[in-house]
């Protein structure tokens, strides 16, 4: 059976860890999966470490043909991650078939124009290798693929235990899932309902990434287990996600297939047809979070199983393409 190899943040909390476990989990029909850590949450010493044992694990499975994947398939954000990850890359034997796969929301940005030192360092690390650039949609394919050439895109898979609730949702329960990244805008939406609290006493929010919060109505979680996401995925009544910027956000993605409405920043693309959007302003977040309440959209599920089956399917070919089959 064929291998393949996913390098990333996969014991790191948040969305592209979801994506690596989902992928290793339920691979291609005819390949076996695995995954490699490459990165570590805490300080920059535990980082460090894990970015020294992946590289180690690599250089060890490469010089083994009892152990040496067909495909490396390398999940990669911008800026740092993207650096490590070309690290990894370069101690790899030339012939290795390797997929980069970029989650970033701002990749373009960090890459910037096509003669830049960025674009120019990227396209010669994916020219060495003739790696395949995967990115998550085709608004991102357009986007990325002037800058660094040929691209595919493949929607994120989303995990099959994301499914609509059995019972009716609560009211007035809004949703942010988050790690505690400025990026993902925690203040924002707590701000969002403190504005709403005036208009609805009842209204609170849960909001992940966060140990501690000021207002009662607000319930800083910190970090859940898979359980409890999806509990709240099928007992709120509306998920924010004011992020400043997002490749295709997972939790999107999980919501939708939960039949839960969304609330996005209207800057955001890659999201699902069923997501309204909001402006820049509080008040414009408050005026249509507020209405959705009132009169809850009716969001037909995703079929996950569907999905991620088409899914398999691409990356299969995606996958074959490498190794020439």
Known sequence: ???????????????????????????????????LASHAPGGLWAKWRAYRRARRELKRRCSDPALRPD????????????????????????ETGVVIHIHSGKFDAWLGKPESKHSASFTKTV????????????????TLAPIIGDTLAISNPIPPTMVPPSQPRERNHLLLLGRADPVKGHDFAMKVARGLHQQRPSIRLSITGLEHAQDDFIHALGWISEEEKLRLLQTASLLLLPSAYEGQPMVALEASACGLPIVASEHLSSLPDSVSTAGAEIEDWVSVVGK??????????????????????????????????
């Open 127 to 142: 020219q060495q290798y003739k790696a395949t650039v995967v990115v998550l949609s085709e608004a991102w394919k357009e």
């Open 71 to 94: 495909v490396v398939h390398v999940h990669t954000a911008a800026d740092w991650s993207w650096r490590r990850k070309a690290r990894l890359i370069g101690c790899l034997p030339v």
């Open 1 to 35: 059976m064929r291998k393949v190899l996913h390098v990333g943040p996969c014991n790191t909390p948040g969305g592209m860890a979801t994506v690596m476990h989902t992928l290793a989990e339920f691979p291609p029909e005819g390949w076996e999966a695995e995954l």
């Open 292 to 325: 959705l309440l009132d009169d809850p959209p009716n969001v037909a599920p995703v079929n996950v199983h569907d999905q991620l089956a088409a899914i398999q399917r691409q990356w299969n070919d995606c996958y074959c393409s490498r190794l020439g089959a």
